[in-house]
Antibody, heavy 117, light 107 residues
Framework: EVQLVESGGGLVQPGGSLRLSCAAS????????MSWVRQAPGKGLEWVAN????????DYVDSVKGRFTISRDNAKNSLYLQMTCLRAEDTAVYYC??????????WGQGTLVTVSS | DIQMTQSPSTLSASVGDRVTITCRAS??????LAWYQQKPGKAPKLLIY???SLESTVPSRFSGSGSGTEFTLTINSLQPDDFATYYC?????????FGQGTKVEIK
């Protein structure tokens, strides 16, 4: 079964850091672009970042550039999002998804990040 | 950035109705458009890619059309399971952008 499982979300103070993880199974992870997409409470979807199969190419939405870093470990079938200098407006459910250079064809269940004092 | 605008924002329909949702891009994206369905508390699900290609396991009552800047998602004979929010998304250029969503409600 194709599966993506996120973890690492939680409550963090403004200015703090958090690292999200996504464990992939059931498909050849190393062959896929991977992405993070977020959804603020009651709002629409926003693409955050994506990373090429070998990690050599990464792209970010402007609002997170310089604060968030996407990475992957193909040996562990895992995707990561290191988030620093968090702001209230980063509060959202963060989804891991396969794709980025292509449509997002598999999604995880999401992990909630709440930035609040 | 390419802006994606969906209409309507909300749509009230009955089971069996034919429903059409429109998505407009602020500049040409060729056919690099996807449609997703999202139910409350759940992750989005890919329905259509490359504007008109149906993802495997998606029922054939869903169809997509268009190219350039104007696209449509059509649901023929709306079923109870189809009441959800639908998003279009372009993957022509960065940043990848989504429409604001169209909520399909029960009339």
């Amino acid at each position: 079964e194709v599966q993506l499982v996120e973890s690492g979300g939680g409550l963090v103070q403004p200015g703090g850091s958090l690292r999200l993880s996504c464990a992939a199974s059931g498909f050849p992870f190393r062959s896929y672009w991977m992405s993070w997409v977020r959804q603020a409470p009651g709002k629409g979807l926003e693409w955050v970042a994506n990373i090429k199969q070998d990690g050599s190419d990464k792209d970010y939405v402007d609002s997170v550039k310089g604060r968030f870093t996407i990475s992957r470990d193909n040996a562990k079938n895992s995707l990561y999002l290191q988030m620093t200098c968090l702001r209230a407006e980063d509060t959202a459910v963060y989804y891991c998804a396969s794709g980025g250079n292509t449509p997002f064809d598999t999604w995880g269940q999401g992990t909630l990040v709440t930035v609040s004092s | 950035d390419i802006q994606m605008t969906q209409s309507p924002s909300t749509l009230s329909a009955s089971v069996g109705d034919r429903v059409t949702i429109t998505c407009r891009a602020s500049q040409s994206i060729s056919s690099w458009l996807a449609w997703y369905q999202q139910k409350p508390g759940k992750a989005p699900k890919l329905l259509i890619y490359k504007a008109s290609s149906l993802e495997s396991t998606v029922p054939s009552r869903f169809s997509g059309s268009g190219s350039g800047t104007e696209f449509t998602l059509t649901i023929n004979s709306l079923q109870p399971d189809d009441f959800a929010t639908y998003y279009c998304q372009q993957y022509s250029s960065y940043p990848r952008t989504f429409g604001q969503g169209t909520k399909v409600e029960i009339k």
